[in-house]
């Protein structure tokens, strides 16, 4: 295998040091996402009326609502097929198609109502890739910032193993409706002008497996019955000695 075949971000003749960065990839909510809401105000009282996920504790016979450490997980609200969750007291919110920040800031100002200075924090627990193939941890991934690139998504994922092909990493990606398959190579510095450098929610990334890992497997296949007939050999000696 030579190093062309494994360098990362190689650079072409002539080319210059620095290039244009795809755009950032600000992810919209929608239909079936999973939102946690940690509401916080100067009333923790008040505020634990709308944290339905809140642990509670006692303190002196008394119980009161204890502050998480951090949002809960896999617990919160599920965006309906109109696009809206539904708030304690607040009642419906219409939350389909704004980014999380958008998200927070009119949660918040609902809030306002019956919070004295509310601040609101919203994850999106909906934002799962998939890493398979050639890496070294192979595996479900749940981003909790809403944003992920492709060569941070291979390093959760362990990185590309030696025998994985890093000029044809497959992506495989909802749109409207349909998937798309599109073939990134990490070899080449283009790849970060590629729109498929910041990865969407869902999407696959697949590494396919190199010659050398196919030919291994292939002799590992042709070893095992001659080693398993050596044993048995070596089984029925041992039991006619004895």
């Known amino acids: 295998m030579s190093p062309k075949q494994i360098v990362y971000f190689q650079e072409d ?14 992810p919209r909510l929608g239909p079936g996402d999973v939102l946690a809401i940690q509401v916080s105000s100067l009333n923790q009282e008040a505020s634990s009326f709308f944290n339905p996920y809140m642990l509670m504790q006692t303190n002196n016979g008394r119980t009161q609502p204890s502050v998480p450490t951090g949002l809960p997980e896999m617990a919160g609200y599920l965006v309906s097929p109109s696009g809206t969750i539904e708030l304690p007291l607040v009642g419906t919110v219409p939350v389909g198609g704004l980014t999380v920040a958008e998200c927070s800031a009119l949660i918040r100002q609902k809030l306002t109502a019956y919070l004295k200075e509310p601040t609101v924090n919203v994850r999106n627990q909906n934002f799962r890739i998939s890493v398979l193939g050639e890496v070294a941890r192979p595996s479900l991934f749940t981003i909790p910032n809403d944003q992920i690139t492709l060569i941070e998504a291979l390093s959760l994922a362990g990185d590309v193993t030696i025998y994985g092909r890093r000029d044809n990493v497959l992506i495989i990606r909802d749109e409207n409706g349909r998937k798309t398959f599109t073939r990134i190579n990490l070899t080449q510095r283009q790849l970060f002008r590629s729109p498929y450098y910041y990865l969407h929610p869902n999407d696959i990334v697949y590494v396919e497996p190199g010659k050398a890992r196919v030919a291994n497997a292939d002799r590992f296949y042709l070893l095992v019955p001659a080693v398993l007939s050596a044993l048995s050999f070596i089984a029925i000696l041992f039991t006619g000695r004895y």
């Open 13 to 26: 003749p002539g080319a210059k040091s620095a290039i244009q960065a795809a755009e950032t990839y600000v």
